[in-house]
C-alpha cells in the first residue's frame, strides 16, 4: 500500500490499515550505497517493530550485496525477489502414527485424574468413613473377626472398586471412543500402566480423606475441592503448556502432574530415547511415591484417631 501523505500515515496507523509505514526519501539508493542511510519506520503504538526492520534490514543488506558483487542495482533487487519467493518443502517424520499430533484418546486419558478422584471419593471415601464411626468401631470389634481380618477385606473391597474402575476408564472406554487407534497404539501398556498408578493415587487420596472426615456430608465439598483443583493447576481442563512455569512448580507436589506430564509423553512419542524413557519412569515412580505417602500419612492419622476411641 502506497500512502503519500502525512495525514494519511496517521489515518491508517490509527484504523489498524497498516500497522508499519516505511518512507524512502528522494535519492535514498544514492544515499544507502554511499552513506548506509537507513530507512525510516512509522508504527502503530503497541506494534513490535523489530520484525519488520529486521526483514527490511535483510533485504537492503543482500541488495547491497548483489550490487557491490556486479549487479546492477535493478538486478540485484530481482535477484532478491526471487530468492525470497522460493519455499522450501518440509517434510516432518513423525514417530507416531498420528502424523505428530496427539491421538484423540489420549485427550480420554488427561481428563480421567478428575472422574477417578471423584468416584473414588464417592466410593470408597464414603464408606471408609462409615466404617470409622466410633460406635461402628466398637461394634465390629466386638465381633468374632479379626481386626486383620477386618482390614484385610476393606483393603480387598478397595482392590475390587479400583479394578472396576480400571477396567472400565482405563480399558472399556478408549475402546468405546477409540477402539482402532487405541489397540493399535504401541504406547498401550504405558497407558494403561499411568491409569493404573492414577487409580492407586485416588484410593490413597480417598483413604486419607476417610481417616480425616469424620461426617459423610462433607466429603462432597472436599471433593470437589481436590478434583476441580488439581484438575485445573496440574493440567487436566487446562493444557499444562498454557500454564505459567510458577504455577507448575507448584503443582510438582500435587501427583496428578506427574500423571498428566507422563500422559503427555506417551502421547506424543512411540519411540523413547533414554532421556524420555528416564522422564516416563519418572512420572510412574513420583506417582508410586504419592501413593505411598498418602497410605502412610492415613494410616498414622488412624492410629491417632484409633487412640481416643
Given at each position: 500500500?502506497t500512502?503519500s501523505?502525512?495525514?494519511?500515515?496517521?489515518?491508517?496507523?490509527?484504523?489498524s490499515n497498516?500497522?508499519?509505514v516505511i518512507?524512502?526519501?528522494?535519492?535514498?539508493e544514492?544515499?544507502y550505497f554511499?552513506k548506509q542511510?537507513p530507512?525510516?519506520?512509522i508504527?502503530k503504538p503497541g506494534?513490535?517493530?523489530?520484525y519488520?526492520t529486521?526483514q527490511v534490514?535483510?533485504f537492503?543488506?543482500?541488495?547491497?550485496?548483489?550490487?557491490?558483487?556486479g549487479?546492477?542495482v535493478?538486478?540485484?533487487?530481482q535477484?532478491?525477489?526471487r530468492?525470497d519467493?522460493?519455499?522450501?518443502r518440509?517434510?516432518l517424520?513423525a514417530?507416531n502414527?498420528s502424523?505428530?499430533?496427539?491421538?484423540?484418546?489420549?485427550?480420554?486419558f488427561?481428563?480421567?485424574p478428575?472422574?477417578?478422584i471423584?468416584?473414588?471419593?464417592y466410593?470408597?471415601g464414603?464408606i471408609?468413613?462409615?466404617?470409622?464411626?466410633p460406635?461402628?468401631k466398637?461394634?465390629m470389634?466386638?465381633a468374632?473377626?479379626s481386626y486383620?481380618?477386618m482390614?484385610l477385606?476393606?483393603?480387598?473391597g478397595a482392590?475390587?472398586i479400583?479394578?472396576g474402575?480400571?477396567?472400565i476408564?482405563?480399558?472399556?472406554l478408549?475402546?468405546?471412543l477409540?477402539?482402532?487407534?487405541?489397540?493399535a497404539?504401541?504406547?498401550?501398556?504405558?497407558y494403561l500402566?499411568?491409569?493404573g498408578?492414577?487409580?492407586?493415587v485416588?484410593?490413597?487420596?480417598?483413604?486419607l480423606m476417610?481417616?480425616?472426615i469424620?461426617?459423610?456430608?462433607?466429603?462432597?465439598?472436599v471433593t470437589?475441592?481436590?478434583?476441580?483443583?488439581?484438575g485445573?493447576l496440574?493440567?487436566?481442563f487446562?493444557?499444562l503448556?498454557v500454564?505459567?512455569?510458577a504455577?507448575?512448580?507448584?503443582?510438582?507436589?500435587?501427583?496428578?502432574?506427574?500423571?498428566?506430564?507422563?500422559?503427555e509423553?506417551?502421547?506424543?512419542?512411540?519411540?523413547?530415547?533414554?532421556?524420555?524413557?528416564m522422564a516416563?519412569?519418572?512420572?510412574?515412580?513420583?506417582?508410586?511415591l504419592?501413593?505411598?505417602a498418602?497410605?502412610?500419612l492415613?494410616?498414622l492419622i488412624?492410629k491417632?484417631?484409633e487412640q481416643k476411641?
Amino acid at each position: 500500500m502506497t500512502i503519500s501523505t502525512p495525514d494519511m500515515i496517521q489515518e491508517n496507523l490509527y484504523y489498524s490499515n497498516v500497522y508499519s509505514v516505511i518512507k524512502i526519501p528522494k535519492g535514498f539508493e544514492k544515499d544507502y550505497f554511499d552513506k548506509q542511510t537507513p530507512l525510516t519506520l512509522i508504527n502503530k503504538p503497541g506494534f513490535d517493530s523489530t520484525y519488520v526492520t529486521s526483514q527490511v534490514d535483510k533485504f537492503l543488506r543482500s541488495v547491497k550485496v548483489l550490487h557491490e558483487s556486479g549487479d546492477t542495482v535493478a538486478q540485484a533487487v530481482q535477484k532478491v525477489q526471487r530468492y525470497d519467493s522460493q519455499k522450501s518443502r518440509v517434510t516432518l517424520i513423525a514417530q507416531n502414527k498420528s502424523g505428530g499430533e496427539m491421538p484423540y484418546h489420549n485427550y480420554l486419558f488427561q481428563y480421567l485424574p478428575y472422574i477417578l478422584i471423584s468416584m473414588t471419593s464417592y466410593s470408597l471415601g464414603i464408606i471408609l468413613i462409615i466404617y470409622a464411626e466410633p460406635d461402628k468401631k466398637r461394634r465390629m470389634l466386638c465381633a468374632p473377626v479379626s481386626y486383620r481380618s477386618m482390614n484385610l477385606q476393606l483393603m480387598l473391597g478397595a482392590a475390587v472398586i479400583g479394578t472396576g474402575l480400571w477396567l472400565i476408564c482405563g480399558v472399556a472406554l478408549p475402546i468405546i471412543l477409540s477402539a482402532k487407534a487405541f489397540l493399535a497404539d504401541p504406547n498401550l501398556p504405558y497407558y494403561l500402566l499411568n491409569v493404573g498408578l492414577m487409580i492407586l493415587v485416588s484410593l490413597a487420596l480417598s483413604f486419607l480423606m476417610s481417616k480425616l472426615i469424620q461426617r459423610v456430608n462433607i466429603i462432597s465439598s472436599v471433593t470437589n475441592v481436590l478434583a476441580l483443583g488439581m484438575g485445573f493447576l496440574c493440567g487436566v481442563f487446562v493444557p499444562l503448556s498454557v500454564l505459567s512455569p510458577a504455577i507448575k512448580k507448584i503443582t510438582q507436589f500435587l501427583p496428578v502432574y506427574w500423571y498428566e506430564v507422563t500422559n503427555e509423553l506417551i502421547g506424543y512419542q512411540t519411540t523413547f530415547n533414554a532421556s524420555q524413557k528416564m522422564a516416563l519412569y519418572k512420572g510412574f515412580g513420583i506417582q508410586l511415591l504419592f501413593v505411598i505417602a498418602l497410605l502412610s500419612l492415613g494410616m498414622l492419622i488412624g492410629k491417632l484417631r484409633e487412640q481416643k476411641i
